[in-house]
């Protein structure tokens, strides 16, 4: 299934995506109150059981997307996991994954502008691929990992570079309000078989700028879910972020940030394509 949230009359809901379409879960299963709470029971049965019996409510043009998540419980990202990127940006190998954090406020849906600061002009694209996990736990070994999954998405993790580089610590960079694009909808674990290779593939105004796929990770997902779990209680509806490419904007001579007017687009294969206008904030 894919499956989004989004809004539509006012009302947050989720559901799923078929064609052009989408079957209102959120208005059909009440009990549970977002995508995350059906994540967290377990509840794709009874999602594709109403799935089945058709009749979807909604055009997909008539509804605002919402981040996939809306709001995670932890978002967890992990830096310099493509070895052309770890090159360009001129770091040392490291023998764990480099990880940091993002806020749920700093996340916007498919269709939904990416805003530019007032305070840079700095903002760069980043094209990931976002796991979301289905079964919590601690210690979860790699060889476990995938059954701890729920399903995959796009994810552009926009970065404010300058800000970024203000100390050693990321964090500034990548947590400014509507910088993160999520979407445009969840694609469960079922229809990805484990160990797929998975294409990421990032389009600035329809200009490719980074193009990977998943068997060139350093830090597998696997591993990623193994490490993260090792130190946190990854519970259903946290997100990983799994690394970007090398072709980042602001490693380009010269330099490429997104500006007002720009269009991003970050597609991964078996997934679908997120789409993100760029603003700059008034």
């Known amino acids: 299934m894919k499956l989004a949230s989004f809004r539509v009359d006012g009302r947050d809901s989720y559901g799923a995506v078929v064609g052009q379409e989408i079957i209102d879960l959120g208005s059909r299963l009440g009990r549970y109150s977002d995508l995350k709470a059906l994540i967290a029971t377990g509840a794709f049965a ?53 990880i940091f954090m993002r806020t749920a406020n700093s996340q916007v849906g498919h269709r939904q502008p990416m805003i530019r600061p007032r305070e840079s002009t700095d903002l760069d694209y980043e094209g990931e691929i976002a796991v979301i996990i289905g079964k919590g736990g601690r210690r979860i070994s790699e060889a476990d990992s995938w059954s701890h999954i729920a399903g995959y998405s796009c994810y552009n993790d926009g970065s404010v570079r300058d800000w970024q580089r203000h100390t050693a610590q990321w964090i500034p960079g ?92 970050i597609e991964v294969d078996k997934v679908g394509v997120l789409v993100n206008p760029v603003k700059a904030e008034k």
Not at 59 to 82: H, S
Not at 84 to 95: A, D, F, M, Q
């Open 46 to 98: 009874e999602a594709e059981a109403e799935v089945k019996k058709g009749k979807p409510e909604h055009r997909l043009d008539a509804v605002t997307f919402l981040p996939v998540i809306p709001r995670p419980e932890k978002i967890f990202c992990v830096g310099l996991n493509y070895e052309e990127h770890r090159v360009e940006s001129g770091r040392e190998p490291t023998e764990k994954p480099a």
């Open 174 to 265: 990548k947590n400014w309000v509507a910088t993160g694009g999520f979407g445009p909808w969840m694609v469960t674990a079922d229809e990805i078989p484990a160990k797929t290779v998975l294409t990421l593939t990032t389009r600035l105004n329809g200009t490719v700028m980074q193009h990977a796929s998943t068997d060139m990770m350093i830090h597998s997902i696997p591993r990623q879910i193994a490490y993260l779990s090792t130190f946190a209680d990854l519970e259903p509806g946290d997100v990983i972020v799994t690394g970007t490419p090398g072709g980042v904007g602001t490693r380009r001579n010269p330099p490429v940030y997104m500006k007002d007017g720009d269009t991003v687009e």
